[in-house]
């Protein structure tokens, strides 16, 4: 099996930063991109970043200039630094890996558990 396990939620002040990391472990033989989705209550899932394994990366128009997604391929691991929060980035936060495991031919769409992120006002 696959897993891929979420750390580093909770609640900050608006303005405050949040470090997220997860950390993808199990039968993997290669991940290709991996990254975060956001859940607001009532709202879609949506993009908030994401990062290949070369390294470029892509942020949603909301995040641009505030958060940091990066990886660290020898554990597995993606981070995002969340800087200059704000009351509307709460929400349920979601690891997302692409990859494939040992035992399958092709890749496919992992997910963490999911991260409670809460910024008050």
């Known amino acids: 099996q696959v ?10 002040q608006a303005g ?10 199990g039968s993997i033989s290669s991940i290709n991109a991996m990254g975060w989705y956001r ?7 949506e993009l908030v970043a994401a990062i ?5 990366s892509d942020y949603a128009d909301s995040v641009k200039g505030r958060f940091t997604i990066s990886r660290d391929n020898a554990k597995n691991t993606v981070y995002l630094q969340m800087d200059s929060l704000k009351p509307e980035d709460t929400a ?8 494939r495991a040992i035992y399958s ?3 496919g769409n992992y997910w963490g558990q ?3 992120v809460t910024v008050s006002s």
Not at 92 to 99: D, E, K, R, T
């Open 52 to 56: 290949c394994s070369a390294g470029s």
């Open 16 to 25: 405050g930063s949040l470090r997220l990391s997860c950390a993808a472990s």
């Open 3 to 12: 897993q891929l396990v979420e750390s580093g939620g909770g609640l900050v």
């Open 39 to 45: 859940q607001a209550p009532g709202k879609q899932r």
């Open 114 to 116: 999911g991260t409670q």
């Open 105 to 107: 031919r092709s890749y």
């Open 92 to 99: 349920v936060y979601y690891c997302n890996a692409v990859l």
